[in-house]
């Protein structure tokens, strides 16, 4: 059977104003979303796969597959599925972006929406979740995203590869079934510039890389081989984690097979101890990579991470305003509570 | 009756990382602040005034006041309450902050969490939004607003004042009496600091202010004598307003008292029109000034205005990661929509 057809509206745009100084992603599909969330609550109702376009045979109504673990295309026994988002927020189709003037109407730039929206379908059976899954299962997910950024990298204007996890309806999520998304970018996002900005100023105060020398026993939660995890010294949100890989290394993409299945089983036992500590949160997790394109001088001092947030609190006027937040939790109580849950 | 004792907990404490490149707040006490809305719906469960601390005659519920319209405190019949929060994210008490060394331990920087947080009591009746009140009395918020800045201006380390609102439980409002907050902070904020870059970039490349020349016939929804409303060109959030003073002026606290009602009558407009056209959607105001001790030579670029963001869409991981944001509306859609709304 044939892919679904995506939704026809206006190409999106990238639009910035001096006054917020920061891209928007202007994307009219995306209002036309399914959800199998019938009203936005907390809990995940986990709908039966008869309507999920991800599970296990219904394949025919998913947009188009880019690739498949394992590769063969005729093999139904799929275990990961990368494929087209069929409402995506930025179009594959466009030209390759080039910044538009507007005339003298607008004080503001604007760039065509050409980027890459992908869907990581990580399991085949829908009432499975990631923390279920078998750390090997969950190394072939993290391995998914790899090979997903090193197709899109040959494409000149892609600035920043974006890899995150919405779970559950507070997090974001619209779909139930375990799954994730890669947004390829034509511009570098605000945080990512503030991050490079924040650790190059530490590193020529310094000579250090920030995330080198984060290791301290009070922040930390466990660690593996290749990799530990804390709760970050100045978090953002309660209880929010940081898996970290204890070698410098600026780009999740040159992660390497054993270290794949080293930082999946970090990455399980977090999202246990987390959901165990905290009661099953919705939670976001993203990974904190370089630029595509970065300078050669810009390596020694970033360093990529993956950051998980549970969604404990929500956010008011003041964090809209200022970009500031509030956390009720000092980081170094997070880890001490989230370092002594006994697993069962 | 004597007012409540705040509760005992840690001092608040801002913490900066450089891997975020932001200030973070840490403040214990807020965790503890009461409710009355029970899960965070969307609803407006509108308690009775029994219960609510912010309700003409409970005043004895209410953290210490620091002033009131009409001024006279034994006059019992009060319009606008200025109080403080009993549950502040900044604490008043602490010593001017000033940055604390931490040791070799952590790459980050400390500053104690100086600062103020204030709660503006809008109305002394429970039921009544701000919305439907007189735009004489909405005035007179503005006003309150206005003062209270103008108090805190005499602390030499308080960098920005903040003023917002939240309505409905998921913009983030925990009462539901109409309200604002007012919070004085010892740094710049992120996306503070963000607007006086992109606008003065514009500004050097263009001589003028990019808020003065913004006014375009498509993005424009209504005007008065000395204000407009327009949806901005690259609109963070869909039906996202912004009110902004025709003439060029820095400090929202630079506001006289008849621009003040006239402000009151277009922000009275939106509310109305907002909730017509979306359905008495949450929402949040912000007052986007510029910081405190501001520089001469920053004042031509920098140009207030009053930002409305109704909640109409989550936001999930991609959100978190990158500080991007993606809009299904196109503001001069929405422009359109909120110009032609007919009012009864
Ligand atoms: N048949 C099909 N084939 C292929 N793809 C399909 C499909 N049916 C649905 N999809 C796509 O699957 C994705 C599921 O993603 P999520 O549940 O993680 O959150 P979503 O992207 O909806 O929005 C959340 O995440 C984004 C990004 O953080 C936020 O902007 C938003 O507010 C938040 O709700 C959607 O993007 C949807 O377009
Ligand atoms: N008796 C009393 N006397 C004086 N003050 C009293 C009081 N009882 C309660 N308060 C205070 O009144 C305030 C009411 O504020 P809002 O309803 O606007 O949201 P809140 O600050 O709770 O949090 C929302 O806004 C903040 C800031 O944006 C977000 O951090 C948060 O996630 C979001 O829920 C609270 O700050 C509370 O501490």
Redesign the interface.
């Known amino acids: 059977m044939a892919s679904p057809a995506p939704p026809q509206t206006?190409s999106p745009?990238l639009?910035?104003?001096?006054?917020?100084?920061?891209?928007?992603?202007?994307?009219?599909?995306?209002?036309k979303r399914p959800s199998d969330f019938k009203s936005?609550t907390?809990e995940n109702p986990n709908p039966s796969n008869n309507t999920c376009p991800f599970c296990i045979g219904n394949e025919h109504e998913c947009a188009p597959e880019i690739f498949r673990f394992p590769p063969d295309p005729g093999n139904p026994e799929w275990k990961v599925r990368v494929i087209e988002n069929l409402y995506p927020?930025l179009s594959r189709n466009l030209d390759n972006s080039s910044e538009q003037s507007l005339g003298l109407?607008?004080?503001?730039r604007m760039l065509s929406g050409f980027g890459f929206h992908d869907v990581v379908i990580e399991v085949p059976v829908h009432s499975v979740q990631l923390r279920d899954m078998e750390t090997r299962e969950i190394g072939d997910v993290l391995l998914a995203y790899k090979k997903r950024i090193e197709q899109i990298m040959s494409f000149e204007s892609i600035k920043?590869v974006?890899v995150?996890?919405?779970h559950g309806a507070?997090?974001?999520?619209s779909l139930s079934h375990s799954h994730?998304?890669i947004?390829a970018?034509p511009?570098i996002?605000?945080?990512?510039s503030?991050?490079l900005?924040?650790?190059k100023?530490?590193f020529d105060k310094?000579g250090?890389c920030?995330?080198c020398?984060?290791h301290?026993e009070?922040?930390l939660i466990d660690e593996s081989t290749h990799f530990f995890s804390i709760v970050?010294?100045?978090?953002?949100f309660p209880f929010e984690i940081w898996i970290i890989p204890r070698d410098h290394s600026s780009h999740f993409h040159e992660l390497k097979c054993e270290k794949a299945v080293d930082l999946a089983g970090l990455l399980k036992l977090m999202l246990k101890k987390m959901s165990l500590q905290l009661n099953n949160p919705p939670f976001?997790?993203?990974?904190?990579t370089a630029p595509l394109r970065i300078k050669e001088s810009q390596l020694p001092y970033t360093h990529w991470f993956l950051?998980i947030?549970p969604q404990l609190t929500?956010?008011?006027?003041?964090e809209?305003?200022?970009?500031?937040?509030?956390?009720?939790?000092?980081p170094e109580d997070a880890a001490k509570l989230l370092r002594e849950v006994d697993l069962p």
Chains 1, 2 share one sequence.
């Open positions: 206006r745009e639009r910035h104003d001096p006054v917020t100084n920061r891209w928007i992603v202007f994307s009219p599909a995306r209002a936005k907390p927020a109407d607008f004080p503001g920043y974006q995150f996890k919405n507070s997090a974001g999520a994730s998304q947004m970018l511009v996002p605000p945080s990512v503030a991050r900005d924040g650790t100023e530490y310094t250090k920030s995330l020398v984060v301290t009070k922040l970050p010294f100045a978090a953002t976001n997790f993203m990974i904190q950051q947030v929500g956010i008011g006027g003041f809209l305003g200022t970009g500031c937040y509030i956390n009720p939790v000092f």
